[in-house]
T-cell receptor
Framework: GAVVSQHPSRVICKSGTSVKIECRSL??????MFWYRQFPKQSLMLMAT?????????EQGVEKDKFLINHASLTLSTLTVTSAHPEDSSFYIC????????????FGPGTRLLVL | AQSVSQHNHHVILSEAASLELGCNYS??????LFWYVQYPGQHLQLLLK????DPLVKGIKGFEAEFIKSKFSFNLRKPSVQWSDTAEYFC???????????WGLGTSLAVNP
């Protein structure tokens, strides 16, 4: 159980375009979803935390107008990278958890974004 | 500020060697502790976790970790590693009522056959 999927797994786009990444919890209801960015050979950097039906909470230094997060249902959260630039190229990972704070986060397989 | 430190950034072992990866955190209250593993080309998977109870936690694939509250530590161990254990290992802590995980920088483990 506790499977999280992400789509697409890879995306290449031109600079200035927007890219939407979906994160789905397949077999459980995720009250909270997290979006991370992972740089090569480094740990995860939390970008934002989203709770179903409410606005996302962004970490310091993360532009909320650039990285739009929507958590419209208990099984789906989306991250939209608006007006993407080459420096936004990265590996984006979502995770999902259910219930109260401190419960286990289950991770998606990640999305590799390359902005040309 | 809360932080998690993993002492070993790169570890190279031969098969059948014993493994211990250190993890220390800074937070004085109640914590939930996790070890995640990321095999090459794969996504993060939960290896084991500690919420309460027996401080010696057993996880998948023969891994275990011991929570020592007095030392603020949650070290990961495996008595005999295999080549397939080659991966990145991340320690993470959830403190108090916070939903966020605080991550260590990870340890890259390479096991030579």
């Amino acid at each position: 159980g506790a499977v999280v999927s992400q789509h697409p797994s890879r995306v290449i786009c031109k600079s200035g375009t927007s890219v939407k990444i979906e994160c789905r919890s397949l077999d459980f209801q995720a009250t909270t979803m997290f979006w991370y960015r992972q740089f090569p050979k480094q740990s995860l950097m939390l970008m934002a935390t989203s709770n179903e039906g409410s606005k996302a909470t962004y970490e310091q230094g993360v532009e909320k107008d650039k990285f739009l997060i929507n958590h419209a249902s208990l099984t789906l959260s989306t991250l939209t990278v608006t007006s993407a630039h080459p420096e936004d190229s990265s590996f984006y990972i979502c995770s999902a958890s259910q219930g109260r704070p401190g419960t286990t986060q289950y991770f998606g397989p990640g999305t590799r974004l390359l902005v040309l | 500020a809360q932080s998690v430190s993993q002492h070993n950034h790169h570890v190279i072992l031969s098969e059948a060697a014993s493994l211990e990866l250190g993890c220390n955190y800074s937070y004085g209250g109640t914590v939930n502790l996790f070890w995640y593993v990321q095999y090459p080309g794969q996504h993060l998977q939960l290896l084991l976790k500690y919420f309460s109870g027996d401080p010696l936690v057993k996880g998948i694939k023969g891994f275990e970790a011991e929570f020592i509250k007095s030392k603020f530590s949650f070290n990961l161990r495996k008595p005999s590693v295999q080549w397939s254990d080659t991966a990145e290992y991340f320690c993470a802590v959830n403190a108090g009522n916070n939903r966020k995980l605080i991550w260590g920088l990870g340890t890259s483990l390479a096991v030579n056959p």
